[in-house]
C-alpha cells in the first residue's frame, strides 16, 4: 500500500502539470488548424463519436472510463498490431507471445499466463469486432487495422451489454462502414528493415462504391503484411538460421450496406484472415541440448534474441467471420438484430524435442533417443453461431432505455499430438515389448502424447439498462443482465506419457450482473461519473496432470485442484472528464474487489497447467488521458495510469506451504504497477498556396516491471537445476534467473508530408534505441527442459506510402 501511495503521489503530481499546462494552453491557444491539418494533427477539439453503450455519443459524454483511438492514431503510430496501441492507452496491457497469440488485460485484472494447452479457459477481456464477439482466451484474432474507424477500450466490467469475458472490460474494433452518398478508396504502402537484416512490409487497399445513391453501398478491403523477424536458432548441426520467426498476415474483408429507407439499414459482412508465422519470439536462456553445462557435446551459451531447434515451429490462425446487422426504426423505438457466424482452425506447432528428450532421460533411454526431434502439435477447430436482437428508444428525451437477448453456440475441438518418428521402438525395448501399443488408448504409434478435447458451450442472455435526466445535468443509469451457461467436454487420452483418460465434465452456471452510474455536468466543460457494476467470468474443469511425468510432491500439490468456480468482481470507480476545446483530459479512480480469481500455474514437473480460485484479490489505481495543442500545429498527449494489483488471501498445501506464490501481499501477474505515454507532434504548412502540411512525431512509452505467472516473485532470482544428467552435463548445475520482466521504454519517431491531392509519405523508426524488452517468461516442464523470455520487435525502420482517393 505505501508503495502504491507513493506511486499515486507521483501521477498526482504528473496530472497537476497536465492540468496547470492545459490553463495556460488555453491562454494562449491560437486559430484552430484547418480540416486538412487535423487529418494529420491530433487537434483537441476533434468530436470522437463512440458505441460503448450500444448508441452513438460521444467519448466525453459516456458516463464512464473509456478511450478511443482512431483512424488518424493508429496511422500516426504506424501500428500494425494491437500490442502497438495498447502502450497508448491507459490501463491496457498485452502480453505478447506472437502474432494472433496476444492476452489482453485491463485495469490489472489478471490472472497470468494462458498458454497453449488450456483450452477451458475463459478470456478476462471481451473482444469484439463492430457487434459480433470474436474473444478465444490465448487465441484473439490480430485483426489487420487498416480501415478501421477506431479502437474503443470500455474499461472496468461490461457485463451487462457484453456478456461474460468482459469481467476486466471491452475491446471494440469498430471498422469504417459502406457509405452510399460517395466513392472513395484508400492504397497504402509499406516498407520496412527489422533487425537491420529483415524485410517486412505491407500493401492494402480499400474501395467504397455506392450502388444506387444514398441507398446501397459496397466497401471491400484487402490486406497483405510480412512479418520480418528477428529470432535466430542455433542447429544441432552448428549452423544458424536466421529470423526463424518471420511471417505474414493476409485477408479482406466485404460489406454491404442497404438502405431502402431512411428507417431501415441492412449490412452483411464477411472476413477472412490468414496469419502464419515460422517460428516465435522466444528468447532461450538453457536448452536442454544447448547449456553451458554439457561436456560430451559442445557447450553453448545462447545469447541475445537466440533459440536452439531440432525443428522448424510455426503458427497458422485461418479466420471466417460472417455477419449481419440490421436496424429498424419502428417510430420513437429502434429494433436492432445481429447475427454472426465464426470459423476458426488454428495450429501452434512447437519443437518440443526438449521436453520430450527430458522424459527420456528420466527413463532412462539411450542418448540417440533422448535427441529425436519432437514436434508438438496443438490444434482449434471453433465454430460459433450468435444471435442478438435490441430493442431501444430512438428518440432524444430525458429517458432512454434498451433491453435485448443474446444466444450463442461454440463448438470447440482442441486436439494435441506429440509425433516423435521412432520413440516407439526405444520405448518398447527400455520399458518392454508392448508397451507403446498398450498404452496407446486407441491413438496412432509414435507420439508419446495426444488428447482429444471437444468442448460445447451453450449461453443465453436477457440484459437491459434505462438512464433518466434527473435535471438538465444530472443523469442517473442502472441496468443488469441475466445469463445461464452450460458447458460440456469430453477428455480422451493416450500415449506413454498420458494417463488413458476417457471423461465426461459439464460446467452450468447461471446469475445477474448489476450496473449502476450517475453522470454529472458541472460545467459546459467539465462532467463527473460515478460507477458500480459487476462481471463474471465463467468456470471450468482442469485436463488431468501427467501423472506419469509428474514428481510425487507435484502430483500431491497440483492433483487436488480438478475444477474451479466462476470468477467475480465489483468495480467502483469515480471519474472527471474535461473538453475545453483546446484541451481534454480525462481521469478515474477506482477499485475492483475480485472473488475467486481464476490463477494460472504451472504444474512444475507435470508439463501440465492448472486453473485454481484465489478467494480474494483486488485492483486499484488512477488512470489519465490528457492531450493539448499549446499553439497551432502542436498537439501533446499523455496517457498513464498507476495499479495495485494483490492477493488478498494465501493459499496453501497440506503442509501449509504457499502454492504457486498466491501469497497475501503479492501481485497479479503480467500487468505494471505503472505505465505511461508521452506523445507529441509538430504540423506546418509546405507553402502558402496549397493545404498541404508537413509533420514531425515523437513518442515515448514506459512499460513497468512486471511478472508471468504469481510463483515467479518468491524464491527470486530463481536457481534451475534440471535434474538431468545428459550430454556430459551432471544435471546439478543451475541456471539463475530474474523472473521479474524489467521495466523498459520505447521511443518511436517519424516524419512525412500530406500533400492536397490525397498523397501521404512518411518514414519513422520504431523502437529508436533497440530495446529488447521481456514480455513473459517461458519455461518447459517447470524449467527443466527449457527457460526462455517472449521479446518485443527490434529496432525497425519504415516508410509507408498513402494515396487516398
Not at 469504417?176 to 466513392?183: A, G, L, M, R, S
Amino acid at each position: 500500500m505505501k508503495n502504491f501511495i507513493a506511486r499515486l503521489s507521483r501521477s498526482v503530481i504528473i496530472l497537476s502539470g497536465c492540468s496547470a499546462a492545459a490553463l495556460l494552453a488555453g491562454g494562449v491557444a491560437q486559430a484552430q488548424p484547418s480540416d486538412e491539418e487535423q487529418a494529420a494533427d491530433t487537434g483537441s477539439d476533434d468530436v470522437i463519436i463512440v458505441t460503448a453503450t450500444r448508441r452513438e455519443e460521444t467519448i466525453q459524454d459516456v458516463p464512464f472510463s473509456i478511450n478511443a483511438q482512431t483512424e488518424a492514431d493508429i496511422e500516426r503510430a504506424n501500428a500494425s498490431t494491437i500490442e502497438d496501441i495498447a502502450r497508448n492507452v491507459a490501463g491496457l496491457t498485452i502480453q505478447n507471445l506472437g502474432p494472433g497469440q496476444s492476452q489482453v488485460a485491463v485495469r490489472g485484472v489478471s490472472a497470468g499466463q494462458i498458454v497453449r494447452d488450456q483450452p477451458g479457459v475463459k478470456e478476462q477481456v471481451g473482444v469484439y469486432l463492430d457487434e459480433s464477439v470474436i474473444s478465444l482466451s490465448l487465441f484473439t484474432p490480430d485483426i489487420d487495422l487498416f480501415d478501421l474507424n477506431r479502437i474503443e477500450t470500455l474499461r472496468g466490467p461490461q457485463g451487462t451489454l457484453f456478456g461474460s469475458g468482459s469481467v476486466g472490460g471491452t475491446l471494440r474494433y469498430i471498422t469504417n462502414q459502406p457509405d452510399p452518398d460517395f466513392f472513395e478508396g484508400a492504397i497504402e504502402g509499406n516498407l520496412n528493415l527489422v533487425d537491420g537484416d529483415d524485410i517486412g512490409g505491407h500493401l492494402r487497399g480499400m474501395v467504397n462504391v455506392p450502388i444506387a445513391e444514398g441507398v446501397a453501398a459496397v466497401r471491400a478491403v484487402g490486406y497483405y503484411t510480412e512479418f520480418g523477424g528477428y529470432i535466430d536458432a542455433l542447429r544441432e548441426s552448428g549452423g544458424i538460421d536466421e529470423d526463424v520467426n518471420s511471417g505474414r498476415r493476409y485477408g479482406g474483408r466485404l460489406a454491404l450496406v442497404v438502405q431502402p429507407s431512411p428507417d431501415v439499414t441492412i449490412t452483411p459482412r464477411i472476413l477472412y484472415q490468414q496469419i502464419e508465422t515460422d517460428g516465435f519470439n522466444r528468447q532461450e536462456a538453457y536448452n536442454l541440448f544447448a547449456n553451458p553445462f554439457t561436456t560430451t557435446r559442445p557447450p553453448i551459451q545462447l545469447g541475445e534474441r537466440q533459440q536452439y531447434l531440432l525443428l522448424d515451429e510455426e503458427f497458422r490462425d485461418e479466420t471466417l467471420i460472417a455477419d449481419l446487422a440490421m436496424s429498424f426504426v419502428l417510430g420513437s423505438v429502434q429494433l436492432d438484430s445481429i447475427t454472426s457466424y465464426t470459423n476458426r482452425e488454428i495450429l501452434v506447432s512447437r519443437d518440443a524435442s526438449a521436453l520430450t528428450g527430458s522424459v527420456s532421460v528420466d527413463l532412462g533411454y539411450p542418448g540417440a533417443a533422448v535427441l529425436l526431434p519432437s514436434n508438438l502439435r496443438d490444434t482449434t477447430d471453433v465454430e460459433q453461431i450468435t444471435q442478438e436482437i435490441r430493442l431501444g428508444s430512438a428518440d432524444p428525451g430525458p429517458f432512454q432505455w434498451l433491453v435485448g437477448a443474446f444466444y450463442a453456440n461454440t463448438d470447440r475441438f482442441y486436439r494435441q499430438r506429440l509425433p516423435t518418428p521412432g520413440y516407439d521402438a526405444f520405448t518398447d525395448a527400455v520399458l518392454g515389448a508392448g508397451t507403446s501399443a498398450a498404452v496407446a488408448n486407441g491413438f496412432g504409434p509414435d507420439s508419446p502424447y495426444n488428447a482429444d478435447l471437444p468442448y460445447t458451450l451453450e449461453q443465453i442472455a436477457v440484459f437491459g439498462e434505462a438512464s433518466y435526466d434527473i435535471t438538465d445535468r444530472l443523469t442517473a443509469t442502472a441496468g443488469a443482465r441475466y445469463y445461464d451457461y452450460r458447458e460440456e467436454r469430453r477428455f480422451t487420452s493416450g500415449g506413454l506419457f498420458a494417463n488413458g483418460d476417457d471423461q465426461t465434465d459439464e460446467t452450468k452456471s447461471d446469475g445477474v450482473t448489476p450496473r449502476f452510474l450517475l453522470s454529472w455536468e458541472a460545467s459546459d466543460d467539465i462532467t463527473l461519473n460515478a460507477q458500480a457494476s459487476r462481471g463474471f467470468r465463467l468456470g471450468g474443469v482442469n485436463d488431468p496432470l501427467n501423472l506419469t511425468l509428474c514428481s510425487p510432491g507435484d502430483a500431491a500439490i497440483f492433483g487436488a485442484f480438478q475444477d474451479y468456480d466462476d470468477e467475480t468482481l465489483w468495480n467502483y470507480e469515480v471519474g472527471m472528464k474535461v473538453d475545453t476545446g483546446d484541451m481534454r483530459f480525462n481521469a478515474a479512480l477506482f477499485y475492483n474487489d475480485i472473488s475467486n480469481l481464476q490463477v494460472t500455474l504451472d504444474a512444475g514437473s507435470c508439463s501440465s497447467r492448472v486453473v485454481f480460485n484465489v478467494p480474494q484479490a483486488h485492483t486499484m489505481g488512477l488512470e489519465f488521458e490528457f492531450s493539448v495543442q499549446p499553439v497551432e500545429g502542436w498537439d501533446v498527449g499523455i496517457a498513464g495510469s498507476v495499479i495495485e494489483a494483490q492477493f488478498d488471501a494465501t493459499v496453501v498445501d497440506g503442509t501449509g506451504a504457499v502454492i504457486g506464490g498466491i501469497r497475501d501481499g503479492n501481485r497479479l501477474p503480467s500487468v505494471p504497477n505503472f505505465q505511461i505515454a508521452v506523445n507529441t507532434g509538430y504540423s506546418f504548412p509546405i507553402d502558402s498556396s496549397s493545404d498541404s502540411i508537413g509533420f514531425v512525431r515523437a513518442s515515448l512509452q514506459h512499460v513497468g516491471d512486471r511478472y508471468t505467472q504469481p510463483s515467479d516473485q518468491e524464491n527470486n532470482p530463481r536457481s534451475f537445476v534440471s535434474g538431468l544428467p545428459f550430454g556430459g552435463a551432471p544435471g546439478t548445475a543451475a541456471t539463475i534467473l530474474d523472473l521479474n520482466l524489467p521495466s523498459y521504454e520505447i521511443v518511436n519517431v517519424s516524419a512525412g508530408v500530406g500533400l492536397d491531392s490525397g498523397l501521404d509519405i512518411s518514414a519513422y523508426i520504431n523502437n529508436l534505441f533497440d530495446t529488447n524488452a521481456l514480455q513473459s517468461f517461458d519455461r518447459e516442464r517447470g524449467g527443466r527442459a527449457r527457460l526462455g523470455f517472449q521479446v518485443i520487435q527490434p529496432r525497425t525502420y519504415g516508410v509507408t506510402v498513402r494515396q487516398r482517393f
